[in-house]
Every structure is written in C-alpha cells, then in structure tokens.
C-alpha cells in the first residue's frame, strides 16, 4: 500500500522504498519551494520535509494532528510559508490566518497568498493580537511557530483572542531563543509550567515531545484550552 | 471601513457582521473573498512603504561588500592567470585589469608606453588568440566590477548627504552608510548609546569581554575613520569615546531635525583636539597588562556601569 493517509490531509507515500511525508497539492503542478511533486493513483502529492517544518516533524513524531480538512487556523511566525502551504493543503476547505512580523519574508509568503484561495496573509507582530483582531475571527487550532522570548505569553494572549473553547493549541518551543545556555530540558519545563498555570487561560497539555532529529532543542506540544466553567 | 484597521477599538467589532448589515457584502463567502484580497493588498502596501531611503543605503552598502569581496577574489586570479605570460608585470588589482583588457597579449604593448622594454623581454609564455580573447573578457569583467564600486560609492555619498547630513559630516558617508547598515536603520542608530556606537562592528572583542577577561574592545568599525586610525595608540580608546558620542550626536539630529548643524563638526574638532594635546606621549606602563579588569588600574573603564 503505498499511499497512507495520517491524519485528515496527511499521507505517507512510499516513493522508491522511502517513505515520505506528503500533502495532497491543493495547486496541482506547482512546487512551492522546490519540493518534490509525486503523483500517485492519479493525484498530486507534495513532499513535506520534516527537517525544515516543525509541523511536519511533529507528525512524524506521532503527535496527534488537531487539523481537519475544514478547520479554521491561526498561524503565527508563517515566515516564507515552507509549512503554510502544507497547511493550506490540509485545510481544502478551510482557512488559515498567517501571522508574519517581518516584511522581507512576507514577500515570500505573499507570493504564496496570490495562487492559493485559503490563505488570508497579515503583516503584524504577534504580541499585539489587537492589531489584528478585526481581521481574524474564532479558530479551531493555533499553530505558532515564533523565535521569541516570551513565546509562551504569546500564544496565551493569542488563544484568549481568538481560540474556539476547547480549541486546540500547536506549539513549537524553540529553547535557544529563550536563553542560549541553560539547559533545554529545564527550559522546557518552565515554558510547560507557565502555559499550564501562568495566565488568565489556561491549558490542558495533550502531548509532548523534543522534535529531534529533525529539530534540535525544539520542543513540539499540543494542548487544549481550558474553559473554566464557573463564570 | 475595511482599511481602517488598527486601532483598539475595531478590537470588539465584528467586521462581518458590520459589513453584511450594511449591505457592503451580500454573503458570507462574499466577505471572505473580500477579506483576503483586502489583506493581501494591504499587506503588499506596506511592504512597499517599508522600502525607505536608509533600506536603499543598505542595500548599497552591502552590495559595496559583495563587490569587494568578488573583485578581490577576480582580481587574484587574473593575477595568477596573467602572471604565466608576463610575470615581471608589477601590476596588481585594478591596474592590472586594466592593462589586461587594453592589450591582452604583451605583444600589443606599443613602444611608446613604458613597460614595452619589459613587455618584449619577457620571460612569460606566449598567449595563443583563444586565451588572450578569454583573458581580455575576464579583466573587462573585472573593470565593470571596479566602475560599479565606484558608482555605488557615489550613489552612497549622495543619498547620506540627504539623509543624514551631519553623520555623513561627522564620520563621513561611508563610515555612516556603514553604521546605519550594521544598526538596522537610522532610526536604530540614533536610539543607542554613544557606547553602543563606539563598539558597533566590535561584537566578538565585546562579548568576549563581557564574558570573560580580556580588555573592552575601545572602537569597533569607527576605527576606519582617519580620526582613529591615524591617532597614536595611547590616544585612540580616548579619540574613539568621544568620536563616537559626537557621532551619536550627528545621527540624532539627522532623525530628528534633519538639518544640517555645522556646530557639531567644530564642537568635535575642538574637543578631539584637547584630548590630543592632553595626551601628548605615551602613558608610562606600571605593571604589564595582563587583562585583567582591575589589574588595570584604569577605572575609567569601568564607568558607566554594565551595558
């Protein structure tokens, strides 16, 4: 059986004995970044390099993907849009908002934005969800991806914004950018610990795991908000 | 309505609903149609109003770089090339080029022009037509790659005169092209300390410094300036502080005024000068310098506190 489908949009396809990870060509004949295009039973499949998307390693990693072919999503740190696109792969008949602070790398990715329809590109700094509050409306899931310090604040201001209740939040902990030397493993913790307990929402952590190989001291993480009832 | 977008305010609005209950959209794909071009525009507007007159300089600044560090590499190898057939040519870099691409082969050196002795008592190989042709294009190459510096420079001594007048005045435009290329923008530049400024370009001296025992790094690319590099040794860390607050000085009113202030340039000159004749020899040394801060005995350099 060479084509096995994941998760919703998600395949592994087996190309000349190699598996592969792949996602069904939402624009079928073009390659984004140069990545390898394999057509198999009459359908178009991308590759998705694990080494160069955090998403892609976290489902070789076997996380358990919240993506569902019409699901809302909130991308922030979309940089050139490497996983965007795969992400607008999944999402055929939903919607991804890509959240990019700088204006070098948003050129790339509005190249991206122009041939594909469910794409809605927003060049804004994460940090000030107000300022783009009038833009995006409830997700389903939230995946970021920033190299920022307060990463976690982040992604906590963000899904008090715009998470569905009991929306789901993917993220990339990158340890480097929070302190260059201490430990990761410590860092880590600490980052858990806040999302769990340090702000006004809070988290249900489903999974977590380190993304090496394909990353080093990445940390992957899916969690569930957690609605307090008793308001 | 839809461009409108950033105040707090437009927080608790509900856009699509505002939009369908005033008849701007019919539907709700309508919207989404709407909503997507409406940011795709927007976000190429901005990206078209960040091109500034300081990303330009910057651009040429680095493509100064790219450029020297090609012709560099180029010119090595003409040298090398050219050096089998007439090795007792004593040109090297742009005059080599040149020569290369005025007469190929040494054969073509005519009497009248000086190096014709040594042209026709070469002890260098003959050069067959095909590689004389090959040579020639090479070096004509090269010669465009020296005239493009050359325009790039001037380009950047222009712009920094509308620009940044009085940090072109101070450090002159390229030293100042330099500074806003390694700060970001002038903006950034104005925003540090003047002991920012002094070590910009300084990065691995300063962090080894701050992370272990070696001695501050006194200038960083400030140094390229003859204030700096022409000065005695024992004057340069002293030159190199208040060089770089007047600099410092120079890039603020640029951003802020954007006028010309000649009195910045004679307030400097002055003050460079009383450190010269403070500081007319070199300071007897004590002990040996190991490093060490505080073995030093200079506790000039621990003022200002940690950065």
């Known amino acids: 059986m060479p084509v096995e489908e994941l998760s919703d949009g998600i395949f592994r396809i087996n190309v000349d004995d190699r598996e592969m990870l792949a996602t069904k060509n939402l624009m079928s004949g073009i390659s984004v970044y140069g990545e390898r295009l394999i057509v198999e039973e009459d359908v178009e499949y991308r590759q998705w390099d694990p080494n160069r998307s955090k998403l892609g390693a976290m489902v070789l990693k076997n996380f358990e993907i919240p993506l569902h072919y019409d699901s809302a999503v909130l991308y922030l740190g979309a940089a050139s849009g490497t996983t965007v696109s795969h992400v607008s792969d999944i999402l055929r008949d939903g919607l991804v908002y890509a959240v990019e602070f700088s204006p070098r790398t948003m050129r790339d990715l509005l190249q991206l934005c122009d041939q594909r329809p469910n794409i809605i590109p927003i060049l804004a700094d994460a940090n000030k969800p107000q300022s783009y509050a009038h833009i995006v409306e409830k997700v389903d899931v939230i995946f970021q991806d920033v190299a920022q310090p307060n990463q976690a604040e982040i992604a906590a201001i963000n899904s008090k914004y715009f998470l569905e209740q009991h929306g789901h939040l993917m993220l990339s902990i990158k340890s480097r950018s929070i302190d260059t030397v201490a430990s990761p493993k410590r860092i880590f913790k600490e980052e858990v610990q806040k999302l769990e307990t340090g702000f006004d929402v809070e988290f249900e952590v489903l999974q977590r795991k380190e993304l090496d190989p394909f990353h080093e001291d990445h940390l992957g993480l899916v969690a569930r908000m957690f609605v307090d009832d008793e308001e | ?307």
Request: aromatic share 6%; net charge positive; proline share 5%.
């Open chain 2, 1 to 307: 309505m839809q461009e409108s977008g950033q105040g707090a305010a437009l927080q608790d609005l509900d856009l699509r609903q505002a939009a369908i209950d005033s008849c701007f959209v019919e539907l709700d794909e309508e919207y989404d149609i709407l909503l997507r071009e409406v940011c795709i525009r927007a976000a190429k507007s901005r990206i078209s109003s960040n091109d500034t007159d300081d990303r330009r300089i910057i651009q040429a600044v680095q493509a100064l770089d790219d450029i020297d560090r090609n012709s560099n590499e180029l010119s090595e190898r003409l040298l090398e090339w050219y050096g089998a057939y007439f090795p007792e040519l004593e040109l090297t870099g742009e005059p080599l080029a040149r020569f290369v691409s005025t007469f190929g082969s040494r054969a073509n050196v005519p009497e009248s022009h000086p190096i014709f002795v040594k042209a026709s008592m070469s002890m260098g190989s003959e050069l067959s037509f095909a590689d004389e042709e090959l040579l020639r294009t090479f070096a004509l190459n090269l010669c465009s790659l020296y005239d493009t510096r050359r325009h790039i420079e001037s380009y950047i001594v222009k712009a920094m005169g509308s620009l940044a007048p009085n940090l072109s005045d101070i450090a002159g435009a390229l030293l100042g092209a330099r500074l806003i290329s390694m700060a970001g923008s002038l903006q950034k530049l104005a925003s540090f300390p003047s002991s920012t400024v002094q070590v910009i370009g300084a990065h691995r001296a300063l962090f080894k410094h701050l992370r272990g025992n070696t001695p501050p790094p006194k200038h960083g690319i400030i140094f390229n300036n003859v204030v700096i590099k022409n000065a005695p040794w024992w004057q340069r860390g002293k030159l190199a502080r208040s060089f770089a607050s007047k600099i410092s000085l120079a890039a603020r009113t640029d951003f802020y005024t954007g006028k010309r202030d000649p009195s910045i340039r004679e307030n400097m000159d002055k003050k460079l000068n009383a450190i010269r004749t403070a500081n007319p020899s070199p300071p007897k040394r004590e002990s040996k310098p190991t490093g060490k801060p505080g073995s030093r005995g200079k506790s000039r350099n621990k003022k200002g506190g940690r950065r």
